[in-house]
Structure formats: C-alpha cells, structure tokens
C-alpha cells in the first residue's frame, strides 16, 4: 500500500522526484505499479538487489518482469536480464539510479558462457550528468510526465 501511495503522490503532483521517494524506502523490494488509465509504469528494486527480479523486451518490443528468471526467458527466446540493483524505470524518464538520480546510465553489454551478447547491465556514469531543469507550472498541471 505504501508504494501505491508514493506513487499516487507522485502522480497527483507530488514534490518530490521519483528517485528522492524510492531512496527512502527500507528493506527489500521490488515493485511494478502500472497506471491503466495513463498507461504508464513505475518499476524499482532495492539498493542491495535482494530481491530476484528480471527483465527483457520480447520480440515484439513488450517489457516482461518478473521474479523468475525462466519466466522471462521462456516470454523473450533466449535469455533474461536482473533488473539493476538500486534502479528505478519510469515510462516517461526511462531508467535512472535513485542513488545517483542525477547521473546518467550507461548500458554494458552482458555477454554468456558462449560469447553471445544476451542483454546488457546497467551502471551509473558518474562523470555524466543530466539536465536538472524541471519547469514550473499551476497546480491544475499534470505531473505524471515527470515521474
């Protein structure tokens, strides 16, 4: 219930950025509250990875998650992915690291036992860093682009 709130919050004009919400939660985690009416995501794991969760994009270009790995493999072919530990995705933002929202993410390519690139991990590139500027508009705004 409490991730369903933050994320009501932060839909309905919340003042905070995703990545200050998720940083503050304790523990283990990993969620995946999807809008149906905006059509829209908010996918995270804790900082320390502890629970499983994995993902990939079928061939269709879907996103498949799940806390099985054979689930995710068996929907995308070949392989699965861990969903990047201390990462948040968001549908508008894409993904981002709530420890270091402010950095951009590099992608490295994860590659298997037989040299095949299968996926690829995340990292945060702390020489890079995004644009900060967030506009600011009346309160009847919709915020939910800025999750």
């Not at 369903?4 to 200050?20: C, H, K, N, V």
């Not at 806390?67 to 508008?92: N, Q, R």
Request: net charge neutral; proline share 3%; charged share 25%.
């Amino acid at each position: 219930i409490i991730v369903i709130e933050a994320y009501m919050t932060l839909r309905d004009r919340g003042s905070y950025l995703a990545a200050q919400v998720v940083r503050d939660f304790q523990g283990k985690f990993a969620f995946i509250p999807f809008d149906s009416d905006s059509k829209t995501a908010f996918i995270a794991a804790d900082a320390d990875g502890c629970v499983p969760f994995f993902w990939r994009a079928d061939v269709d270009g879907n996103l498949v998650l799940a806390d099985e790995k054979e689930v995710v493999t068996k929907s995308c072919g070949t392989s699965s992915a861990p969903f990047s530990k201390g990462f948040l995705f968001t549908t508008s933002r894409g993904l981002s690291n709530f420890e270091h929202p402010l950095n951009e993410v590099k992608s490295i390519p994860r590659v298997d036992s037989s040299g095949q690139v299968c996926g690829a991990t995340f990292k945060v590139d702390k020489a890079k860093k995004e644009s900060t500027s967030m506009s600011r508009v009346g309160s009847a705004a919709n915020w939910l682009n800025n999750i």
